[in-house]
């Protein structure tokens, strides 16, 4: 079935990074684009960026401009959201979500969620 | 920068109609979104495109846009549907994506 599976929780100190992966499966990777979204708790959805899988091309929300970076290895299908210098107010659920031809660029696959937590 | 602005909270009893507004100054230019979340579970898409509906999505759900402002229609309204309720545009030159605030959509 189409699938997006992220890496596992991560705990970070602030001002590192980090890095979160999005493995995709049953579907065509190349032909789709991912986007990065999180969730601080009890909080709205907030966009962060996205890829065009096939031409590599990002945009990105002016708020995370500076500090974020998605890319994509196709060879693995797998896309990647680096976000660093990381502060407190970064913890968040961080989800991965692909959009497909099929349903006419619609974000209709989403990965589990990442829990990101930044704390000293 | 670029806001949907969406109501808070919904309240409906089982089996009537729930309507969730969002309003943007893009919006007829861009197309809308509809994701439904449960705690502590993914979004899921339940619109695109303002009113087209992907399979396996009920068809109690619909969507539907006139001006500034999209509407997502819950008809006979299942405890089940109780959620949060968050649509997603672009601004008007479609490079910078944004969500509404979120509805608490409660059951009765």
């Known amino acids: 079935q189409m699938q997006l599976v992220q890496s596992g929780p991560e705990v970070k100190k602030p001002g590192t990074s980090v890095k979160v992966s999005c493995k995709a499966s049953?579907?065509?990777?190349?032909?789709?684009?991912v986007q990065w979204v999180r969730q601080a708790r009890g909080q709205r959805l907030e966009w962060i960026g996205w890829?065009?899988?096939?031409?590599?091309?990002?945009n990105y929300a002016q708020k995370f401009q500076e500090r974020v970076t998605i890319t994509r290895d196709m060879s693995t299908s797998t896309a990647y959201m680096e976000l660093s210098s990381l502060r407190s107010e970064d913890t968040a659920v961080y989800y991965c979500?692909?959009?497909?031809?099929?349903?006419?660029?619609?974000?209709?696959?989403w990965g589990q969620g990442t829990m990101v937590t930044v704390s000293s | 920068s670029y806001e949907l602005t969406q109501p808070p909270s919904v309240s409906v009893s089982p089996g009537q109609t729930a309507r969730i507004t969002c309003s943007g100054d893009?919006?007829?230019?861009?197309?809308a979104y509809w994701y439904q979340q449960k705690p502590g579970q993914a979004p899921v898409l339940v619109i695109y495109?303002?009113?087209e509906r992907p399979s396996g999505i009920p068809e109690r759900f619909s969507g539907s846009s006139s001006g500034t402002t999209v509407t997502l229609t819950i008809s006979g309204v299942q405890a089940e549907d109780e959620a949060d309720y968050y649509c997603q545009s672009a601004d008007s030159s479609g490079t910078t994506w944004v969500f509404g605030g979120g509805t608490k959509l409660t059951v009765l």
């Open positions: 890829i065009v899988v096939g031409s590599g091309n990002t």
């Open positions: 495109k303002d009113s």
């Open positions: 893009a919006l007829p230019k861009q197309y």
């Open positions: 049953g579907f065509t990777f190349t032909s789709s684009a």
């Open positions: 979500a692909a959009a497909r031809v099929a349903v006419k660029w619609a974000f209709d696959i």
